[in-house]
């Protein structure tokens, strides 16, 4: 496919449709059952995910955690600047950090905190900025003072403290651990203790693994996407106890289930077929720019749990290259159609589609 097939990835949708803020309690959000193999579709609620998976089977989780990336500092004439730290991109290491910013900037400005910290602009590439920070405190400290959850666009957020902490919480999975994002995986966001306690009882184990989510999952497709066949780039973690229970399910032809897209892209990375054609995963920490689009034939996960996502997006195209795999009857923009007319909520804090 190529950049004009996206036009077929388009909908129409209500804006009343777009939640604003997450429901409570987190697993109260509704559940859009599609079984491929039988065509037909269930509307459920995500407390009763267990009933819809078979027993055994194995859920990838992303354990990142979103960090509150958007700051507010000073310039040096007192004028405000806003700065957009892309923890995603740090790397162990490096002694600068790459941001955006929102007005002009240059190499040797000073950009403060109300502290009297500041990041020192080093230099500039293409729309980057590289700033080093000077403070007592680490930048995660610093973020966590100073910084705001970085949510998108369509979502309200308040500006008093109050706000901000609660949105710290909500914005996150109950099992984010490790790494930096500037995204919530927001298909984990359903997640709560009974859910888990369920899936436990049905004998489902899960596995965690890391993707950083960066800007670059809300970027529109380019030419140079499908030219190329690499999306962004986002840095990937899978241990080798993740990648051995994971090797162990295939084996023993238990479901893995991927819990979002950013599992999914990250499960692709690291599987490969032996020489029997049994699949495998590796052990790996690294960079990944894999673009899944259709057509494309996974070799990683048997189900896939996703929200509602913005038209016109890889995310779309990943799921869409899932159901085509599955040999599903009907696309994606159907399904999002039927889920529309259900008046189901997309996006961010939406509620949440199982392909199985």
Same mark, same amino acid.
């Given at each position: 496919?190529?950049?004009?097939?996206?036009?077929?990835?388009?909908?129409?949708?209500?804006?009343?449709?777009?939640?604003?803020?997450?429901?409570?309690?987190?697993?109260?959000? $509704?559940?859009?059952v599609?079984?491929?193999?039988?065509? =037909?579709?269930?509307?459920?609620?995500?407390?009763?995910?267990?009933?819809?998976?078979?027993?055994?089977?194995?859920?990838?989780?992303?354990?990142?955690?979103?960090?509150?990336?958007?700051?507010?500092?000073?310039?040096?004439?007192? !004028?405000?600047?806003?700065?957009?730290?892309?923890?995603?991109?740090? $790397?162990?290491?490096?002694?600068?950090?790459?941001?955006? &910013?929102d007005?002009?900037?240059?190499?040797?400005?000073?950009? %403060?905190? /109300?502290? !009297?910290s500041?990041?020192e602009?080093?230099?500039?590439?293409?729309?980057?900025?590289?700033? $080093?920070?000077?403070?007592?405190?680490? #930048? *995660?400290?610093?973020?966590?003072?100073?910084? %705001?959850? /970085?949510?998108?666009?369509?979502?309200?957020? !308040?500006?008093?403290?109050?706000?901000?902490?609660?949105?710290?919480?909500?914005?996150?999975?109950?099992?984010?651990?490790?790494?930096?994002?500037?995204?919530a995986?927001?298909?984990?966001?359903h997640?709560?203790?009974? &859910?888990?306690?369920?899936? +436990?009882?049905?004998?489902?184990?899960?596995?965690?693994?890391?993707?950083?989510?960066?800007?670059?999952?809300?970027?529109?497709?380019? +030419?140079?996407?499908? @030219?190329?066949?690499?999306?962004?780039?986002?840095?990937?973690?899978?241990?080798?106890?993740?990648?051995?229970? =994971? %090797?162990?399910?295939?084996?023993?032809?238990?479901?893995?289930?991927?819990?979002?897209?950013?599992?999914?892209?990250?499960?692709?990375? &690291? &599987?490969?077929?032996?020489e029997?054609?049994?699949?495998?995963?590796?052990?790996?920490?690294? @960079?990944?720019?894999?673009?899944?689009?259709?057509?494309?034939?996974?070799?990683?996960?048997?189900? #896939?749990?996703?929200?509602?996502?913005? /038209?016109?997006?890889?995310?779309?195209? #990943?799921?869409?290259?899932?159901? +085509?795999?599955?040999?599903?009857?009907?696309?994606?923009?159907? =399904?999002?159609?039927e889920?529309?007319?259900?008046?189901? %909520?997309?996006?961010?804090? *939406?509620?949440?589609?199982?392909? $199985?």
């Amino acid at each position: 496919m190529d950049l004009s097939d996206l036009e077929s990835y388009d909908y129409k949708l209500p804006e009343e449709l777009i939640r604003k803020r997450g429901v409570e309690p987190r697993d109260s959000a $509704r559940l859009f059952v599609y079984d491929t193999a039988e065509n =037909l579709v269930v509307h459920d609620t995500f407390a009763n995910l267990s009933d819809h998976l078979p027993k055994g089977s194995l859920l990838v989780l992303n354990e990142t955690r979103v960090v509150p990336a958007r700051l507010v500092l000073r310039k040096e004439t007192g !004028g405000k600047i806003e700065v957009f730290v892309l923890a995603n991109e740090i $790397r162990n290491g490096e002694d600068t950090v790459p941001v955006l &910013v929102d007005r002009k900037c240059v190499p040797g400005m000073r950009l %403060s905190f /109300p502290d !009297g910290s500041y990041f020192e602009v080093v230099s500039q590439r293409e729309n980057r900025f590289f700033v $080093r920070p000077v403070s007592e405190m680490a #930048l *995660g400290e610093l973020l966590d003072r100073y910084g %705001s959850t /970085p949510i998108p666009h369509y979502l309200e957020n !308040g500006n008093e403290a109050d706000e901000e902490m609660a949105l710290r919480s909500r914005y996150q999975t109950v099992f984010a651990n490790a790494g930096a994002s500037v995204a919530a995986p927001t298909a984990s966001l359903h997640f709560t203790e009974k &859910v888990f306690d369920r899936l +436990r009882e049905k004998g489902a184990g899960a596995v965690r693994i890391g993707l950083d989510v960066g800007l670059g999952t809300f970027s529109p497709l380019r +030419r140079e996407h499908f @030219e190329t066949g690499r999306l962004h780039r986002e840095h990937v973690t899978v241990s080798a106890e993740a990648a051995t229970r =994971l %090797s162990e399910a295939k084996r023993k032809g238990n479901a893995i289930v991927a819990v979002g897209t950013t599992a999914l892209r990250t499960l692709e990375t &690291v &599987v490969q077929t032996d020489e029997s054609g049994v699949a495998r995963f590796a052990a790996y920490e690294g @960079e990944t720019d894999i673009f899944i689009r259709p057509p494309y034939v996974f070799l990683s996960a048997d189900m #896939l749990i996703t929200n509602f996502h913005l /038209p016109k997006s890889s995310l779309m195209l #990943l799921v869409e290259a899932f159901l +085509r795999d599955k040999g599903a009857d009907r696309s994606l923009v159907s =399904l999002y159609e039927e889920a529309i007319r259900e008046s189901y %909520s997309f996006y961010s804090f *939406g509620d949440s589609m199982l392909i $199985r």
